[in-house]
């Protein structure tokens, strides 16, 4: 049997970089994604024979032409997952941490979805998976670009998942939101019920097994994610 095919794009660190070692433990063949050079070639160098990596920024043009090389570098694909992303607060509202967001986790995401969903309908099957965010289900005053952004990609990956359906085709859609997971993305210091970075890529790639729809990271966040979206807005802007 042929080993089965997985790209991670952002896979130099945090989640990303946890699920590929957890992929390559168990015999994938697995395509590496990131702007850092150094970390890809470091990966590369400790699994020669199964990993592949390909060095793009998802913000700037060519990113679609990166994957299709890796694809037929790993000779296949069965699941892509997008875990490329920006998390930077924007407490003064800064127009430049915005914009990042906003390319990054929307025009990046959206451009490697697409493509990625298209080529699943043309190969007949596959998984597609993004890490999204529990910042996606309502606004927030410290980082408004980034809770919209992940609110885009939920909102685009639930769209996708009834167009799957619809199809009638082995496509599974699954959107992952995690809660505060310890990665140096997560900085504040107002944290709680923090996952660690292996327990949320293993708990990522269990979901990912189960072909879920939605998962939360860690289940417990799943009640947060009701509150948030039940709350009325005079109560969340005491605190959102
Ligand atoms: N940590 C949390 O608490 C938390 C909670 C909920 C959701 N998430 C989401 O989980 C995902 C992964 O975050 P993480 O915590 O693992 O953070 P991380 O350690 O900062 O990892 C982010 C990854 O994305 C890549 N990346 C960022 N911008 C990129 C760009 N323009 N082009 C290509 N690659 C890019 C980075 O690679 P390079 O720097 O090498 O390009 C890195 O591999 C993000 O989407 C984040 O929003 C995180």
């Known amino acids: 049997m042929t080993a089965s095919k997985i790209i991670i794009v952002g896979a130099t660190s945090g989640i990303g970089r946890k699920m590929a070692e957890l992929y390559?433990?168990?015999?994938?063949?697995?395509?590496?994604?990131?702007?850092?050079?150094?970390?890809?070639e470091e990966i590369k160098q400790q699994f020669p024979q199964q990993v592949e990596f390909a060095r793009f920024d998802i913000t700037q043009p060519g990113s679609i032409a990166h994957l299709e090389m890796l694809v037929s570098k790993l000779d296949g694909l069965d699941i892509l997952v997008i875990s490329a992303g920006t998390g930077e607060p924007s407490k003064e509202l800064s127009r430049e941490i915005d914009k990042t967001t906003i390319d990054t986790n929307v025009n990046g995401f959206a451009e490697i979805a697409n493509w990625a969903f298209n080529f699943f309908v043309k190969q007949g099957f596959g998984q597609l998976v993004t890490i999204s965010s529990i910042a996606a289900n309502r606004g927030n005053s410290q980082a408004p670009a980034y809770s919209a952004s992940k609110a885009f990609q939920s909102i685009y990956f639930e769209g996708l998942a009834i167009k799957a359906a619809k199809l009638k085709k082995d496509i599974i859609v699954t959107c992952i939101e995690p809660g505060f997971v310890g990665s140096k993305m997560a900085k504040s210091d107002n944290l709680f019920w923090v996952v660690p970075v292996d327990k949320a890529a293993r708990l990522i790639t269990r979901a990912i097994d189960k072909k879920k729809r939605k998962a939360y990271i860690s289940k417990r966040w799943w009640i947060i994610a009701k509150l948030l979206r039940w709350i009325p807005y005079q109560v969340l802007k005491k605190f959102g």
């Open 24 to 40: 390559i433990r168990r015999d994938y063949k697995v395509g590496i994604t990131g702007r850092r050079l150094e970390l890809l």
